[in-house]
């Protein structure tokens, strides 16, 4: 299967482009899925189709769906919602309110990712597109898998099967369903964990950012990118949606479309060497599947969307004589004092703003320390030495 991911900030057309895209593949022969996880759905308004929490078949090869929260607790871990609704039940609250509150932070991003999961296991489907909430509740989304596993192995560091024990027990007391409960977030854990790995794997998965011509559209899809990039993410393309064409001097536009220019001149720079595509407004509200056609010939041409467009390696372990190595890891539109770093056991901890990622090492730097870091835009390199070795 082949996963392409829409992200950018909210209101640049990113569901729109998510669709085109889908339209596109589908057209190409592509068995394909558009699936939108952003809980503020407009996916339903860019088709002109009425969606649900099932896909819906749209047209041949085409098929769409909105992701509810309570549909995929339901679903996919109905005795932890109802354990946690006796809890709060059990404190007083009310079941509207118990209800409420069962639907835990982070639910909605582990939901969409047990769909995925479905998905890419049963191979019903040849592309999957998804139209992602803005750039913030994205990076949330992709996080989750290693910010799960390493919550889980500090919060839970005894074995599987003593937890299940400990659930079994506390059913047979009490009738909470806690064995039922631990089952559901093993299984959660077993999958988040897995599709990590089909997320990270350029060849599957690639992101597309979606901007317009605008500064602090370009200043957040600058910082998305980057943030991508430290969590292993590969980036294949920039979407700038909604360019202007030239008008006639002294027009309205006139300032705009100066602005526009140089932003454009930008994009195209910081990027490099990511393909840049753009799509010219339309002129005018844009919805339906034929509106969704013309944009995805005029974005991709005689391109098929489903292709890898660009690929690099998130980060490179390379000698550095003298028995040292060197780290390389692309990170671009930030600053040396912006970043963190620490060795933790086996861990590389790289801090960059207010996101972390822990990024466990081969083996054998396990008996390496950090000698220093440097970073020269766009390049973070880290250099190890061995434990004994003098600096």
Known sequence: ?????????????????????????????????????????????????????????????????????????????????????????????????????????????????????????????????????????????????????????????????????????VHATTGMPLDESYRELDQLFTKLEKLHTIFSDPNTTSVRVVVNPERMVIREAKRVYTYLLLYGYSVDSVIVNRVLPDLPAKSFFSPYLAHQKEYLEDIEASFYPLPVWQVPHAGEEVFGLEAMQRIGQTLYGERNPGEVLFSEKPFVIEENGSGGYKLRMKLPFFEKNDFQIRLSGDELIITLGNKRRNLVLPKFLGHYRIKEYNYEQPDLCIFFLKNEEKS
């Open 1 to 169: 299967m082949r996963i392409i991911l829409f992200t950018g900030k909210g209101g640049v057309g990113k569901t729109t482009c998510a669709a085109a895209t889908a339209v596109k593949a589908a057209e190409e022969g592509s068995r394909t899925l558009v699936i939108s996880t952003d809980p503020a759905h407009s996916l339903s308004d860019a088709l002109d189709v009425k969606l649900g929490p099932e896909p819906l078949f749209i047209r041949e090869n085409l098929y769409a769906q909105e992701l509810d929260i309570y549909y995929s607790m339901r679903k996919y871990w109905g005795n932890l919602s109802k354990m946690l609704q006796q809890i709060f039940a059990w404190q007083g609250m009310n079941k509207m309110l118990a209800e409420e509150l069962a639907a835990l932070p982070g639910m909605e991003e582990a939901s969409a990712f047990l769909w995925i999961d479905k998905y890419y296991s049963e191979k019903e489907y040849d592309t999957l597109i998804i139209d992602s909430a803005p750039t913030g509740e994205t990076l949330t989304l992709l996080t989750l898998p290693q910010v799960t596993k390493w919550w889980t192995s500090k919060l839970f560091p005894f074995p599987k099967f003593t937890a299940r024990a400990f659930g079994t027990f």
